[in-house]
């Protein structure tokens, strides 16, 4: 199964708003509404972010928000902070017990 | 708290095999699968399959099938990666990760970096 294609980078300054794509087919991202997301800072594990496309696991701020259309889902961060600078990955469950993370997005807080 | 706490880095030849672990705590560790999740240096996310911690049955993505072997010790709570044959190209750090329904990982081991070289 090949990875969700993501830009390879995305930024914003301080307070300023991000949105991150991630796309797919309609085997996974299209398919079904098990996208997640995942912020991972330099020399750190991953960390959840979004669930099930939209959900926010508890400690998450709301400033993230997750969405879907079609086979491109897609993480928005408002009111960006410096501690938001990291990498994000997305991922879908593919099918067939089948499972995809995204190429990635460094985010960069100007 | 829910942690998932990997053992420590490794340093092998090419053609050794390495066992990682990854020790639950915090939940029952038979309720939840566990998956396992690389990254080679400067690399993503890759994801290598889960184990169903009840009934022990594992899946692999592809590619990992083969030399890579998910096992469990249910005793200690504890999940393993065994990698055999290995070849410069498995240098990278391995994660173990709480799989849940609705297809998500919401607790990450620290990692644990293997590195080959010769």
């Known amino acids: 199964q090949s990875a969700l294609t993501q830009p390879p980078s995305a930024s914003g300054s301080p307070g300023q708003s991000v949105t991150i794509s991630c796309t797919g087919t309609s085997s996974d991202v299209g398919g079904y509404n098990y996208v997640s997301w995942y912020q991972q800072h330099p020399d750190k594990a991953p960390k959840l972010m979004i669930y099930?496309?939209?959900k926010r696991p508890s400690g998450v701020p709301d400033r993230f928000s997750g969405s879907k259309s079609g086979n491109t889902a897609s993480l928005t961060v408002s009111g960006l902070q410096a501690e938001d600078e990291a990498d994000y990955y997305c991922?879908?469950?593919?099918?067939?017990?089948?499972?995809?993370f995204g190429t990635g997005t460094k985010v960069t807080v100007l | 708290q829910v942690q998932l706490v990997q053992s420590g880095s490794e340093l092998k030849k090419p053609g050794a095999s390495v066992k990682v672990s990854c020790k639950a705590s915090?939940?029952?560790?038979?309720?939840?699968?566990m998956s396992w999740v690389r990254q080679a240096p400067g690399q993503g996310l890759e994801w290598m399959g889960w184990?169903?911690?009840?009934?022990?049955?594992?899946t692999y993505a592809q590619g990992f099938a083969g030399r890579f072997v998910f096992s469990l010790d249910t005793s200690v709570s504890t999940a393993f990666l065994h990698i055999s044959s290995q070849e410069a190209e498995d240098t990278a750090m391995y994660y173990c990760?709480?799989?849940?329904?609705?297809?998500?990982?919401?607790?990450w081991g620290q990692g644990t970096l293997v590195t080959v070289s010769s």
């Open positions: 991922s879908s469950y593919g099918g067939s017990n089948n499972f995809v």
């Open positions: 184990i169903n911690t009840d009934t022990g049955n594992p």
């Open positions: 099930e496309v939209s």
């Open positions: 990760a709480r799989y849940r329904d609705g297809y998500y990982f919401d607790y």
């Open positions: 915090g939940y029952t560790f038979t309720t939840y699968a």
